[in-house]
């Protein structure tokens, strides 16, 4: 695929649908601090030739309120497995910098990405609580699962056993009770034409506070940091399986507050 001179592409990972095709989006940027743009391009030789790209969304990842973990990909790209009509459908989640917060939005083409239906909210919350770095995975029966992190719970309050699992004593910056500033695991089902099915579902036992042990990719004198991309999704069996960072400390086994991975799991409707 040609690339544009100043444009970084990132963020790729190809679908495979069961007629062989595949479908790859990618996340293109001129800087952390400039917008996205989500675009896709498919196969029909197993990678030899691809299709001209094709545009399917700008957003704006303008950075999260309150904290200093900076923004990841903000995009997620599936396939179904399953044809509706004459094509599998496509599937684009992705955040946006809306205001004062950060949102996260689906859309679906149904035409091979000619055409990409109007984006649909994710997260239901009525708050400015963001929820943001998608992950997308699309079940066997068409079902459409999105796990994404969520800060719409405040941080625990000063003197409670859930502050001292989130390790908030460790936390310089005065967390306790604070809104939009910890972090949980929450997980949206729709249906293949994106019917939302229920609500948002918490899936982290305990909130986290991501300022804990959060590396600082620039430098010590830096506070600029990150979370980690090493976020997951699958449905398969009946279940949705997500991987996610936490750094909570429930029962003794991460006594450093330490950036973890959580294994989730919750029956696919």
């Known amino acids: 695929m040609e690339q544009v001179r100043g444009v970084g592409d990132n963020g790729s990972f190809p679908r495979v649908t069961p007629d062989g095709g595949v479908w790859l989006a990618t996340a293109s ?7 996205l743009t989500m675009s896709f391009t498919s196969s029909r030789n197993g990678g030899r030739a691809w299709a001209r790209r094709r545009v399917i ?4 990842v303008d950075g999260y309120r309150n904290t200093t973990f900076r923004a990841a990909f903000g995009e997620a ?14 599937y684009a989640a992705y955040e946006d910098a809306t ?14 990405g000619r055409h990409w239906r109007r984006p649909v909210q994710v997260n239901d919350n009525a708050d400015d609580g963001e929820a943001l770095q998608p992950n997308l995975a699309v079940a066997p029966n068409g079902t459409v699962a999105i796990a994404f992190y969520d800060r719409r ?7 409670t056993p859930e502050a001292m699992v989130a390790g908030l004593l460790f936390d310089p910056r005065g967390a306790y009770g604070r809104r939009n500033y910890c972090v949980n695991t929450a997980v949206q089902f ?14 982290s036992p305990h909130t986290w506070d991501p300022q804990l042990s959060a590396p600082r990719y620039d430098c010590i004198c830096n506070p600029a940091s990150f979370i980690g991309d090493y976020f997951g999704i699958d449905s398969r069996g009946g279940f949705t399986y997500t991987a996610s960072v936490e750094t909570y400390n429930a029962a003794g086994e991460n006594p450093g507050y330490h950036q973890q991975q959580l294994v989730s799991k919750i029956r696919t409707p």
């Open 57 to 60: 969304v700008r957003h704006d």
């Open 29 to 35: 940027t001129r800087g952390l601090s400039s917008g």
């Open 99 to 112: 205001g004062s917060s950060t949102t996260l939005f689906i859309r679906t083409s149904f035409d091979g």
């Open 190 to 203: 729709f249906r293949a034409n994106l019917r939302p099915v229920g609500h948002n579902v918490r899936l």
């Open 153 to 159: 719970l405040p941080c625990p309050e000063r003197d």
């Open 77 to 90: 790209f599936a396939v179904g497995p399953r044809k509706i009509g004459r094509f599998y459908p496509l």
